[in-house]
């Protein structure tokens, strides 16, 4: 698989990278622990080099999984964790203090079963701690060689430019997507200037723009705490997905397929990070990096999205008020 560049102090990973939160978090129960390495070692088999976890998916044991999925080949893989909620739950709270962020990555390294984290991100910006001592911290676990290079998901313009002036920021994870694209206002103009890459989260719009959903989602499914997600904004937001299937069918790939290849083709600095259980839906995702989308193929889709109006938040409100604005 081809390569991209995430900033500009030599983070190299796979045009593609994978999203391990679902291996056992969210979404209903999700894979045994068996099943979930062999994907992990499939992704690697299939050139996958970059790989996203937390201490929040668990809380603690999607960082046990990654860790011991990918223990045979460390060396020749990119491990993205992140810090900043309140005893690992985005549900109790954000902490971003310099000592919770010490703690918070020794024990990381431990369930990864690493003597370092190449990409640290803070999780959510913490509006108790200043951005410089986070990133004052993040900088001298970087000098004792714990951390390799600094990121941050979520986090607004003015707190990026406060964090890049202390410690080079490498990466930024949020969420963009055809689904979602309220970063290409502010923050991909941002991270051109200061030479940051940009990894979007839920690239695939947690499922929705693969065409899979079209219908309430069952009982246990997680995603039924956000608004875009009731039964009937997906009813309403399928038009996107209708729309989308059209020029991909035109195209002879799949919808999804179709959703990725539009986030590699908006920046060559964007590294998108789908998730999946499966591994055909792996192979599919990763085939998206061989689609090219023609010029006008990218306005034609630009044209269609920008025409149909998205409904329901894509937070519920106690998570809303945590993106830092
Ligand atoms: N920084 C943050 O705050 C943050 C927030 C959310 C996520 N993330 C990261 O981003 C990663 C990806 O995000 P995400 O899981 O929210 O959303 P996503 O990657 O957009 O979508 C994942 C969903 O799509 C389905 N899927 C994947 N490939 C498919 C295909 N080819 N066809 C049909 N369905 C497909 C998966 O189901 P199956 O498993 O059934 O295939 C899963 O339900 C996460 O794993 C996590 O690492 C970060």
């Known amino acids: 698989?081809?390569?991209?560049?995430?900033?500009?102090?030599?983070?190299e990973v796979s045009a593609l990278g994978f999203g391990c939160m679902g291996l056992n978090f969210l979404e209903g129960k999700g894979l045994d622990k068996k099943d979930a390495v062999s994907l992990l070692h499939s992704a690697v088999d299939r050139g996958i080099t970059f790989f996203?976890?937390?201490?929040a998916y668990g809380p603690f044991t999607n960082e046990e999984l990654v860790g011991e999925g990918l223990q045979p080949y460390r060396k020749d893989v990119v491990i993205a964790t992140k810090f900043g909620c309140r005893d690992g739950?985005?549900?109790?709270g954000l902490d971003s203090r310099p000592e919770t962020i010490r703690a918070v990555t020794e024990a990381s390294l431990k369930r990864l079963k690493t003597d370092y984290i190449d990409l640290l991100y803070q999780h959510r910006v913490d509006p108790n701690v200043p951005i410089e001592d986070v990133a004052g911290t993040v900088k001298d676990l970087i000098q004792e060689g714990k951390v390799k290079y600094f990121g941050l998901s979520e986090a607004s313009a003015k707190t990026i430019r406060k964090a890049h002036a202390v410690q080079p920021v490498s990466a930024l994870q949020s969420e963009y997507s055809l689904f979602w694209r309220e970063?290409?206002?502010?923050?991909?103009?941002?991270?051109e200037e200061l030479e940051i890459g940009f990894v979007p989260f839920s690239p695939l719009g947690k499922g929705f723009l693969t065409g899979v959903i079209n219908k309430k989602l069952e009982d246990a499914d997680r995603r039924n705490v956000i608004p875009r997600f009731t039964e009937e904004n997906i009813k309403a937001n399928l038009v996107?997905?209708?729309?989308?299937?059209?020029?991909?069918q035109q195209k002879n790939i799949t919808t999804g397929q179709l959703a990725l290849a539009w986030l590699l083709a908006q920046k060559p600095w964007i590294v998108p990070i789908?998730?999946?259980?499966k591994l055909h839906r792996l192979e599919e995702n990763i085939a998206s990096t061989e689609v090219i989308l023609t010029e006008?193929?990218?306005?034609k889709i630009d044209k269609t999205v920008k025409g149909i109006t998205l409904v329901g938040d894509r937070y519920p409100e106690f998570l809303e008020k945590q993106i830092d604005r």
């Open 52 to 55: 996203d976890t937390a201490e």
């Open 296 to 299: 006008d193929e990218l306005a």
């Open 240 to 248: 996107l997905v209708d729309a989308l299937s059209e020029i991909a």
């Open 183 to 191: 970063p290409e206002d502010e923050i991909i103009p941002l991270l």
């Open 89 to 92: 739950s985005p549900v109790i």
């Open 1 to 11: 698989m081809q390569k991209r560049k995430l900033g500009n102090s030599g983070l």
């Open 274 to 277: 789908p998730g999946t259980t």
